[in-house]
């Protein structure tokens, strides 16, 4: 994952730079062969995963009764529509990081682009927790790579297919865990303990924000049934950017300074030299020669606008106001599309970018904090039975393995996805 950092050798935001990586072509083919032989095992278990499902769905159709209806009913809640959201989108942000992890500077390059310039300048303690780690990945690098991999892969797998209630919740949890630990020993706890940490560099991290999400999701359905929880992410949210409202705007930092040695300028032209798309590459480098002799223009505006998201935000929550909320979620959601465009660069252009960065997953939790806030309760469906038959008994879950094809689907590919982070 990607933390911020004003680094004064390199990008701001670690892993965006593509300069001085450390290459070995030896090192590159073994990772390349390695990933390529667990593929395999991936594969073996994907397919697996097909032929058990197919006995099991050809078995659920036999056991339907002879009326058409199930003998037990396999009629489950539907999911809260944030908890979808967030369940869906953080899968797939999983998978991709994954994916990205398999760029061959990632084996080498992430200590010195990644974690070295997300723990310079922070207090002792944090560089003697994060050693270990990086010994670690120095002296095993293919396998430290290919275990990140398939973890990530599987986890973002794992959390798409795992079937409702305790399963999925498992799921979430897991997704947690791997962000809390992704946040410190990879981000350095976000920058929060380093100088010079910034939202538009991505404070607090994006692992942050990842291991915000899989809590969400592992809680359990009657979290959801209210507006309370909605409330307090939106009103969490609000109190969140007015403090980096305040950080941001706090003198001295060198925010508002101008000159090639402002961090804005500096930022921006260390993001233009990132290889990249070359209109992208000519949008940064105007705005750093903007910045330039107005940087305190661009600080002033960033400051302003979040705390007016970060206020908004608040009010409506507080006051459960649903065009102040909206307004302030679409302006948020504005808000952190133009950063990760113009001031994180997409997160993920870089040699070493392991993720897209903050902007995107805040921004899905801004929007899920507002549905669950705005949303109606959702209502269980009530199954038709045949008129004088009594109400059909909530299914267990072997019953619903039999009698829903795709419940056995989704839990045999959830299956596939713990054994590929298995293979991690």
């Known amino acids: 994952m990607l933390a911020q950092q004003d680094n004064t050798e390199g990008s701001p935001v670690p892993g965006m730079g593509g300069g001085h990586l450390a290459r070995d072509p030896r090192v590159a083919a073994a990772f390349h062969s390695a990933l390529g032989e667990q593929a395999l095992i991936v594969v073996l278990l994907a397919g697996l995963a097909l032929v058990l499902w197919r006995p099991v769905a050809l078995a659920g159709r036999r056991r339907l009764a002879p009326s058409g209806y199930p003998a037990v009913s396999a009629v489950e ?16 942000l999983w998978m991709l ?24 300048g922070a207090p002792a303690w944090v560089h003697s927790l994060l050693a270990p780690a990086l010994a ?14 398939w973890i ?9 297919f795992a079937p409702g209630g305790l399963a999925s919740r498992a799921a979430g949890a897991a997704s947690a865990t791997w962000a809390a630990a992704v946040w410190v020993l990879g981000e350095a706890f976000g920058g929060l303990f380093t100088p010079g940490g910034s939202w538009l560099f991505g404070l607090p991290g994006a692992a942050a924000v990842y291991l915000l999400a899989g809590v969400l999701v592992a809680l359990p359905s009657s979290a959801w049934s209210g507006r309370r929880l909605g409330r307090g992410l939106s009103a969490g949210a609000g109190a969140y950017l007015l403090g980096m409202a305040l950080l941001q705007a706090w003198p001295g930092r060198g925010f508002w300074r101008g000159g090639p040695s402002g961090r804005l300028a500096r930022m921006w032209d260390l993001m233009a030299r990132t290889p990249q798309p070359a209109p992208l590459a000519g949008a940064l480098r105007a705005a750093a020669r903007f ?37 302030s979620v679409a302006a948020g959601q504005v808000l952190c599309v133009s950063t990760w465009v113009l001031v994180q660069d ?3 252009l870089g040699g070493t970018g392991t993720d897209p960065n903050s902007m995107v997953p805040m921004a899905l939790v801004l929007l899920a904090g507002y549905l669950a806030m705005t949303k109606m309760p959702a ?12 109400p059909a008994a909530r299914a267990s879950w072997r019953e ?20 590929t982070t298995l293979v991690g």
């Open 400 to 419: 619903r393995l039999s009698l829903s094809p795709a419940y056995a689907l989704r839990s045999v590919a959830a299956l596939g996805a713990i054994g």
């Open 152 to 160: 990530q892969l599987g986890l973002g797998a794992l959390i798409l």
């Open 97 to 120: 990081d994954g994916l990205l992890q398999t760029r061959q500077s990632m084996v080498l390059g992430l200590p010195g682009s990644v974690v070295r310039p997300a723990e310079t």
């Open 346 to 348: 997409l997160g993920l």
């Open 77 to 92: 809640p539907s999911e809260p529509l944030p908890r979808r959201l967030l369940r869906v989108s953080f899968g797939l």
């Open 379 to 390: 209502v269980e469906r009530e199954e038709v039975t045949p008129a004088g038959a009594a």
């Open 291 to 327: 910045a330039s002799p107005d940087a305190w223009i661009v600080e002033l505006a960033a400051v302003v606008a979040l705390a007016a998201v970060g206020g908004g935000l608040l009010a409506g929550a507080l006051t459960g106001r649903r065009r102040v909320l909206l307004a």
């Open 136 to 149: 670690t990945w120095t002296g095993h690098p293919v396998a430290a790579a290919t275990s990140v991999v």
